[in-house]
């Protein structure tokens, strides 16, 4: 009921902002002035999913422009599209003529950083988590997880995971929650979009698949071409060690002649 509750306030509050929505060239050139973001209430409130407990989390604590919020968005992708801002570390999910819901998320810190477009391939609740082989080599403490780490409240993927493709090929990217609700607005994961757990579940149920997701640069521009981070450096091999030269023992000392034979004769 309370879901339903917010879902019904998400719904109204933008049913108002579409309402009085300004045409983009009147905000730019000044004639027009931009809807407020409109925080969306009780958003972060503890709750029940799968029968694991999400608690609440304090409001207060975190940042304004990363709490969910209905905001003016000037764009002109359809409906539906994500768009994420690494520089400004927020997601925004296309929800009308410029208009979006926005979050607040952790993008890769540096040198792991990428920008393209792809498609939400697959969606998963409480997912398994697999660190790759070059994450426990950076950590071999996860190597208790090559297997797999089941859902749960301590799984970095947190309560959903939207799986990324870009031209049918899957590059190990997700938008996913975090129990880390702290890094949100940070440069803080290895690569991933990380999402408040509250948020992440908002923002799964509006998807069905297939949605474009844009990834803008680092200088918030639109991406010509997928640009992904360097491959790590391979560890150099080690040096095999000098084998050391032998060391011949000493030789013996010469044994004395006996005095007879190298005395002088007696004539």
């Known amino acids: 009921m309370r879901a339903l509750l917010r879902t019904a306030i998400a719904t109204a509050l ?17 004639l027009a002035k931009a809807p407020a973001p409109k925080e969306v209430p009780d958003a972060y409130l503890a709750t029940k999913d799968a029968n694991i407990d999400i608690p609440a989390l304090p409001v207060e604590e975190i940042p304004q422009q990363f709490r969910r919020q209905t905001v003016y ?9 994500i768009i994420v801002n690494p520089s400004q570390r927020v997601l925004h999910y296309v929800t009308g003529k410029n208009q979006a819901i926005r979050y607040g998320i952790s993008v890769g810190r540096a040198g792991f950083e990428w920008s393209g477009t792809a498609i939400v391939n697959e969606r998963k609740p409480w997912p398994t988590w697999t660190p790759p082989p070059e994450m426990i080599a950076r950590d071999p403490k996860l190597a208790k997880w090559k297997d797999g780490q089941p859902g749960g409240p301590t799984n970095p993927l947190g309560a959903r995971a939207i799986y990324l493709t870009t031209n049918g090929v899957d590059y190990g990217y997700r938008i996913h929650g975090t129990p880390e609700w702290r890094s949100i607005g940070r440069n803080a994961s290895s690569g991933c979009i990380r999402m408040i757990n509250q948020d992440v579940i908002d923002l799964y149920s509006r998807l069905k698949g297939g949605e474009k997701v844009v990834v803008l640069t680092r200088d918030g521009q639109y991406p010509t071409r997928l640009s992904l981070p360097p491959p790590a450096p391979k ?13 011949m023992p000493p030789l013996p000392a010469p044994v004395p002649l006996d005095p007879e034979l190298i005395a002088p004769k007696q004539v």
Not at 15 to 27: G, I, N, Y
Not at 73 to 81: I, K, L, Q, V
Not at 235 to 247: D, F, G, S
């Open 14 to 30: 933008l049913a108002a902002l579409s309402a009085c929505m300004p045409d983009p060239s009147m905000v730019e050139s000044g």
């Open 73 to 81: 968005f000037p764009t002109d992708e359809a409906p539906g599209t």
């Open 235 to 247: 560890p150099k091999a080690a040096t095999p060690a000098a084998v050391p030269e032998p060391v």
